[in-house]
């Protein structure tokens, strides 16, 4: 089993900035890709950014020159460093990882969810 813990969503006015962070540990042999989606009411669950073991990084549109992922391997951790907010960033942020356990296996977790507030 692997847990993601969440943390740095909260409440901000337009143009401001958060930054969230998710912390990955259990069975963890090695981490394929790792990044956050959200979901906004009524709206499907969407990427933001992932970024993977080779460092290679995947924005959507929407949040490219805004956002910006970087990791701490070491912590197996990422953040999201988001500014420029707007109100349509407003979603539940979810922290998404696929790993590879210790038995060689390949496996997705989601993290609980963390809601970003953007006010305008």
């Known amino acids: 089993q692997v847990q993601l813990v969440e943390s740095g969503g909260g409440l901000v006015q337009v143009g401001g900035s958060l930054r969230l962070s998710c912390a990955a540990s259990?069975?963890?042999?090695?981490?394929?890709?790792m990044g956050w989606y959200r979901q906004a009411p009524g709206k499907q669950r969407e990427l933001v950014a992932t970024?993977?073991?080779?460092?290679?990084?995947n924005y959507a549109d929407s949040v490219k020159g805004r956002f910006t992922i970087s990791r701490d391997n070491a912590k197996n951790t990422r953040y999201l460093q988001m500014n420029s907010l707007k109100p349509e960033d407003t979603a539940v942020y979810y922290c998404?990882?696929?790993?590879?356990?210790?038995?060689?296996?390949?496996?997705?977790?989601w993290g609980q969810g963390t809601q970003v507030t953007v006010s305008s």
């Open positions: 259990g069975n963890i042999f090695s981490i394929s890709t």
């Open positions: 998404h990882v696929e790993i590879v356990n210790r038995w060689f296996q390949t496996e997705n977790y």
């Open positions: 970024v993977t073991a080779g460092s290679a990084t």
